[in-house]
């Protein structure tokens, strides 16, 4: 949302951004119900004078005087009344129109209606040389059993999933990966909620514009929030902010839902577009300047990029056109990832900077260090989001004999195991070591080739072999691929 008299001011400049954001809004008939709510208003405050001077008369008054004043007072209260209802009707459809406004874009931003107008900025890495036939992630998933996509279906219905053994493993581990890059940057780590009311969703401009993208829970008033970023407006929408409590940087995580409606037939094989996610988010509130602004919106950007090259994860980064980078973005930055089933790169992260867009609408607001009060900027970008950036993995770092490498960055939090094999219904089943439960600190480690064999380092107990692996083979003997 924008200043009213920024708009007033500039009404060609927010004419422009309407016209290349694509949005559709009445800028003329915005600026007709900001004149006629200011002329109301100031009737308004012209009979309350009116009615203020005529009460005190009426204590001075004689009897006849206060007959007349009486008869004037009842005149007064229809007037006021009829003001404040013609205001109020006013007002509800300016701020309607208010909500609509979009953001300036930067002056970079390229001009395009959607993503084909995006351009690319720089790439890093390479797509893999299998030198053999790679297989999709949902043929490699239930190869291995390590995911249910028709018994999910079952259950809720299309683009469900059901991920299991060592692909819920994996997924954790993203996770645990992208919450311990980001807490190394004094981001504070935050478990927000899903359920939301209406207020936040309107404050990060979700609604009113993209309601029919939300799953609404009618018979409790909430809603279910498709990212962090909801709550994380709304924890701090209607505050004024001490100055020195700037910048407030959270990784937030939470589940996420989304009806992707309008997106039938847009890829939405397996997990490439689903209605249920979890996700890692980078957010930030700073002071309201541009250069601050800009500085963070790097810093995001930096953190993402660290993330996927980590993982080894070939990747560009685009600047985001301004009919692709919605109403509130001032700038936004696009991370696609590679697919090799694709054989193209599709969108992982999505860095937006939004200055005081969504502060002006959530009244989320900061005192300065001269004790002026102003509404802060927000900015935001995905750190991890699964299932997509899982299926990205899988497909990148498959072999060809259809199992999983696991890249470095995420061996610590697998208990060192650089190969996965087997799902639930594998011939092999992984066991922790046996006494885990109570060793503090305990980091088994599975045999990278059948998952059978598990070694508890604090105790250096004997290995315990899996009941259908017996005499499994040391990881030494394994030949197995290392990153």
Not at 438 to 450: D, I, P, T, V
Request: aromatic content about 6%; some cysteine.
């Amino acid at each position: 949302m924008l200043d009213r008299r920024f708009i007033r001011e500039n009404p060609d400049a927010v004419k422009e951004a309407v016209r290349v954001k694509g949005i559709g809004l009445d800028v003329d008939e915005l600026l007709r119900l900001d004149q006629v709510a200011r002329e109301l208003q100031r009737e308004l405050d012209d009979a309350q004078t009116l009615r203020k001077s005529s009460s005190k008369e009426f204590a001075r008054a004689g009897e006849a005087r206060r007959a007349e004043l009486r008869a004037q007072h009842a005149e007064l209260e229809r007037q006021l009344r009829k003001l404040r209802e013609q205001l109020a009707a006013t007002s509800e459809r300016l701020q309607e129109l208010l909500l609509l406004t979009p953001m300036i874009p930067w002056p970079g931003a390229p001009v395009g209606p959607d993503d084909s107008a995006n351009v690319t900025i720089r790439t890093w890495g390479t797509a893999p040389d299998f030198g053999f036939q790679p297989l999709d992630h949902v043929e490699l998933l239930e190869k291995r059993d390590w995911a249910e996509f028709a018994r999910a279906r079952k259950v809720s219905g299309e683009r469900a999933y059901a991920l299991k053994g060592d692909m819920v493993w994996l997924e954790r581990a993203l996770h645990s990966y992208a919450l311990s890059l980001l807490a190394g940057r004094d981001f504070t780590l935050i478990s927000v909620p899903s359920l939301v009311r209406e207020e936040p969703l309107t404050g990060t401009g979700q609604f009113p514009a993209h309601r029919e993208e939300t799953y609404a829970i009618t018979a409790d008033d909430l809603y279910l929030a498709g990212t962090a970023e909801v709550a994380l407006v709304g924890l701090h929408s209607g505050e004024i902010l001490d100055f020195k409590t700037l910048p407030i940087r959270y990784a937030g995580i939470s589940p996420c839902f989304r009806r992707e409606a309008g997106s039938a037939g847009r890829d939405v094989r397996g997990l490439l577009r689903v209605h249920q996610f979890e996700k890692v988010e980078q957010f930030v509130i700073c002071a309201a300047d541009d250069g601050e602004s800009d500085r963070w919106h790097a810093e995001l950007l930096s953190a993402a990029e660290t993330l996927l090259q980590g993982l080894g994860l070939h990747h560009e980064v685009v600047e985001c056109a301004t009919g692709d980078m919605g109403a509130g973005k001032y700038r936004m930055n696009d991370i696609n990832t590679w697919f090799p089933s694709l054989g193209r790169f599709r969108e992982t992260h999505s860095c937006s900077s939004l200055h005081d867009w969504q502060a002006r609408r959530a009244s989320l607001r900061y005192r300065g260090t001269d004790g002026t009060v102003r509404f802060a900027y927000t900015l935001n970008n995905t750190a991890i989001a699964t299932p997509r950036l899982l299926a990205a993995l899988v497909e990148n770092y498959q072999t060809e004999d259809q199992r999983v490498r696991v890249p470095e960055a995420l061996r610590p939090y697998l208990g060192g195991r650089d190969l996965l094999l087997h799902g639930l219904g594998g011939r092999h089943t992984a066991r922790w070591c046996a006494n885990a439960a109570s060793h503090a600190g305990n980091r088994g480690r599975l045999c990278a080739r059948h998952a059978g064999v598990v070694r508890c380092e604090a105790w250096n107990s004997k290995p315990i072999a899996s009941p259908k692996s017996p005499g499994a083979p040391s990881p030494r003997s394994t030949g197995a691929m290392s990153q």
